[in-house]
T-cell receptor, first 115, second 112 residues
């Protein structure tokens, strides 16, 4: 399994500002994913990030609000732009395992609070 | 679109006892994977167990086992000899290709 770290682990931000979340993996992976987990709810996929191509966004999520970078096979960033209190959530990155089981391994998450 | 339903928002179990968490899903596909993830208060999503749809044999990982009923589209998780460290939110997930679809979760409390 991959070891995944995220920075920051938590942050409190003001309305209208932006925050960039970093996701670092200890091995090269093709596919990385960004999820949002709103308080008390399940995980919702924001986008899939492949190295060397534009991220693929899910319905309800747009690049202007959640720009993603994927500069290499071990790193990705998610920016939450022009934040509002509704963006207060846990943001998790994950990677697809290298075996045939299609399982995903998750980072520890970033808890974002927007005031 | 695939949907995953966990009908038990909360469950509780006495330490050392057995508990079963329910999950149903909806799909028209025949080839897919099913997973149970655990999320303790630390927020870390931890894979508990996985099942390949083409396998009839139920997966087992130590104290964790599943009851996979493909025709009924049911995928329950049984935790035997429950421990205090099992207390967490448990998510059932359907996987096909690279996509995961999660259920709403079941909060498990383990009482000493």
């Amino acid at each position: 399994s991959a070891v995944i770290s995220q920075k920051p682990s938590r942050d409190i931000c003001q309305r209208g500002t932006s925050l960039t979340i970093q996701c670092q993996v200890d091995s090269q992976v093709t596919m990385m994913f960004w999820y949002r987990q709103q308080p008390g709810q399940s995980l919702t996929l924001i986008a899939t990030a492949n190295q060397g191509s534009e991220a693929t966004y899910e319905s309800g999520f747009v690049i202007d609000k959640f720009p993603i970078s994927r500069p290499n096979l071990t790193f990705s960033t998610l920016t939450v732009s022009n934040m509002s209190p509704e963006d207060s959530s846990i943001y998790l990155c994950s990677v697809l395992s290298g075996d045939s089981y299609n399982e995903q391994f998750f980072g520890p998450g970033t808890r974002l609070t927007v005031l | 679109a695939q949907t995953v339903t966990q009908s038990q928002p909360e469950m509780s179990v006495q330490e050392a006892e057995t508990v079963t968490l329910s999950c149903t899903y909806d799909t028209s596909e025949s080839d897919y994977y099913l997973f149970w993830y655990k999320q303790p208060p630390s927020r870390q999503m931890i894979l508990v167990i996985r099942q390949e749809a083409y396998k009839q044999q139920n997966a087992t990982e130590n104290r964790f086992s599943v009851n996979f009923q493909k025709a009924a589209k049911s995928f329950s998780l049984k935790i035997s000899d429950s421990q205090l460290g099992d207390a967490a939110m448990y998510f059932c997930a359907y996987g096909r290709g690279s996509r995961l679809t999660f259920g709403e979760g079941t909060q498990l409390t383990v009482n000493p």
